[in-house]
C-alpha cells in the first residue's frame, strides 16, 4: 500500500525552528516530485515548497523563501522540511504529497497524487 506519513510537529515559540519529515512506503520518493503544503484554520491550503525528482530543483512559496528548506535523503525515502524563523502565521497542518512528475525545473503541480494524513504546527509564544 502507498503511504505518506507526516511528522515533526508540535508547538514552537515565534523565531523557532522545526523539522517535518515525509517519510514514504510502498513506493521510492526518489521517482517522485514532492510537495510539502499548509493548511491554516479557515484559510484554503497552500503550497509551500516543492521538490523535482527530475532534476533536484527545488521551489518556495514567497511567504517561506529564505527561511524553510526542502531536501531528501533517499537512503530513508523521506523528504524533510526545514523551518526557520517561525512566524505565528506558519501555523496550521501541513501535509506532504507526491506525484509522478513529467516536467524538469523549480515547480509545483497542481494535483497530486498521494498525500500524508497532515501534522499540526503550531507557533505560539
Known amino acids: 500500500q502507498l503511504q505518506l506519513v507526516e511528522s515533526g510537529g508540535g508547538l514552537v515559540q515565534p523565531g523557532g525552528s522545526l523539522r517535518l519529515s515525509c517519510a514514504a512506503s510502498g513506493f521510492r520518493l526518489d521517482l517522485y516530485a514532492i510537495g510539502w503544503f499548509r493548511q491554516a484554520p479557515g484559510k484554503e491550503r497552500e503550497v509551500l515548497s516543492c521538490i523535482n525528482s527530475i532534476d533536484g530543483s527545488t521551489s518556495y512559496a514567497d511567504s517561506v523563501q529564505g527561511r524553510f528548506t526542502i531536501s531528501s535523503d533517499n537512503t530513508k525515502n523521506t523528504v524533510y522540511l526545514q523551518m526557520n524563523s517561525l512566524k505565528p502565521e506558519d501555523t496550521g497542518v501541513y501535509y506532504c504529497?507526491?506525484?509522478?512528475?513529467?516536467?524538469?525545473?523549480?515547480?509545483?503541480?497542481?494535483?497530486?497524487?498521494?498525500w500524508g494524513q497532515g501534522t499540526q504546527v503550531t507557533v505560539s509564544s
Open positions: 504529497a507526491a506525484v509522478t512528475p513529467w516536467l524538469s525545473g523549480a515547480v509545483c503541480y497542481k494535483q497530486y497524487d498521494y
